[in-house]
């Protein structure tokens, strides 16, 4: 699969997962879920999952690609994928204004 679409999907996935999280955290503004002492506990679980999926998605792939030795793929696609997420941070900017 050529490293463009392969930042692309990573992207795309990341977007996605941002998305679901945002209608997360609304609902849970919604409802009053978060005025015990589970809601800081979900939402800190949350930040980790967060961290842990969103840099295997951003980075997994390029660290497979240096451990085999191709450093430029894996810079390629680092910035490929840094371009597709910027696109789509841009696209959601464009859709809220």
């Not at 679409?5 to 409802?31: E, G, M, P, R």
């Amino acid at each position: 699969m050529p490293l463009p679409l392969v930042a692309f999907f990573q992207a795309l996935l990341i977007s996605l997962y941002c998305f679901a999280v945002v209608n997360f955290i609304n609902w849970v503004d919604k409802t009053n879920f978060g005025e015990n002492l589970y809601g800081p506990l979900v939402m800190l679980s949350l930040l980790v999952f967060s961290a842990a999926l969103c840099g295997f998605l951003f980075f997994g792939y390029a660290i497979y690609l240096l451990l085999e030795k191709e450093i430029k793929k894996a810079l390629v696609l680092l910035g490929y994928t840094f371009l597709f997420l910027l696109l789509f941070i841009l696209l959601a900017f464009l859709m809220i204004v």
